[in-house]
């Protein structure tokens, strides 16, 4: 009688792993992207609908015409939607899809940190995000990792796998374009695990050949 | 046959200090469980801040009052578990009590993956109905440790 509670508290202490398809998370990454980026653009013409009617009912006073009497000087006055298109799409699916990552990121660090120690210091979460989270997302390690000691990490991945089938009729220009996109996913989920071990940083991804690509991180200073 | 161990409570208290859950299973004043989480933060924190620091999630025994022995667990997330036993003269294994802090702990980890729940919610939130399966897994958690002990 002794043995049948011990195993019903170690069944719920270790639970069998649920496993999932690995393919499935690049075909989920694939489809958010495209999914967002047609909800976003959505969701950004409903807003200007909104702020054209404002400003045709009077509420709002009208956003100064662009590029005319603009003052050179006075550079705040971006937020009249109508000056930048496609950028602004753009910014807006990436934010999106970085807060998607965040929080996903913040589960999963919750999820790998389960059987580990606690960290020492700063560079150990490092390298827990170097190896263990590169690992369990995306089946390989970092390729390298360089710091200034002063907080300021370079992850370099030679070929990240999000990005390693990206191609375009139009080019490698044009690829490495759009590839830029499909980057804010994977650079949320880092800082979202980043910041739930209780690191704020900032995280930036930039490629320059496909399919290589660099992660900066930046923690505060205080750690 | 050594006696079951009972749970007296358990508490959850998030990585800003905060509480997230305090659940008592003793018929008792449950307001003596939210002192014995709060004393339990100030003996956390001078373990984890002192010169010699383990990497052992598994605090151990925090420390004894009354009749209460408070043992305590910290995740690598910083987040903090608080569980009270009664001091009994029977020996307490090392062993069941990492394994009732871990199944804690994935208990947390499934109510936590839910995106519509806020994190970090004061006990208050906690009552409502998102938490409830994770309030319901504690109390799994305790019937399996303690063998038939009833949640206040």
Redesign the interface.
Known sequence: ??AA??S???A????PARLVDGATMDYLLIEAVNALRVSSAVASARARKIERDMVEAGLVPPPPPPAKQQNPRDSASSTSGKISGPADEDEGVRSRLEAIGI?VGG?F???L??D?????DSLDVIKFVCKELWVSCWDKQVDNLRTNHRGVYVLQDHAFKPIARISSWEGRQEALKRAKLYVALPAGIIRGALS???FQGTVVPEITTLPQCTFQIKLPKNT | ??P?LRLNAVAFIS?HNHPILIRTFEKGDELKYHYVAHTSLDVIEER?NGQT?????YLGLLYAMDDIAAYGY?????MKIVLALPLTDSVVRDA?VI??F??L???Y?HA??N?FIRLHDTPAGVGSAKWKRFRR?VD??SR??G?GSVPS
């Open positions: 009688m002794q509670p011990a019903a508290l170690s719920l202490a270790d639970p929080h589960n660090a919750e999820r940190c389960r580990r120690p606690l960290f020492s739930r071990i209780g | 046959m050594a079951l990585p984890t620091k383990s990497n052992d999630c910290i995740t690598p997330l910083k069941e394994m009732t871990r199944a702990h994935l208990a980890y936590s993956s995106p897994k799994e958690i399996a440790v063998g």
